[in-house]
């Protein structure tokens, strides 16, 4: 895995960044920087880009979820959530 770009990302992306999300997103969608295919993440990160904004994160998320179960997507929903609380705790 290419640890750098992992880790820049995700900081990044629980900060708000939109384009740090999607990026993600992409990253666990596709299998590309390392990362294993997890729809799921790839969910839950195209959620919040969409939800911070990014004009392609809807599409991607829909797209994600057409191979997902309704399990699978309640999952990367609750964790998007998950993210979302974090933020506000660090906020706070």
Known sequence: MDNIFFDRQVA????GDANAAFDLGVAYSTG???VTVDLTCAHQ????AAAWGH??????????SEDMTAREIANAQRAARAVLAAMQRRAA
């Open 12 to 15: 990044r992306a629980t900060q």
């Open 32 to 34: 590309t920087r390392g």
């Open 45 to 48: 990160w195209f959620n919040l």
């Open 55 to 64: 004009e392609d994160g809807p599409a991607a998320r829909a797209d994600v």
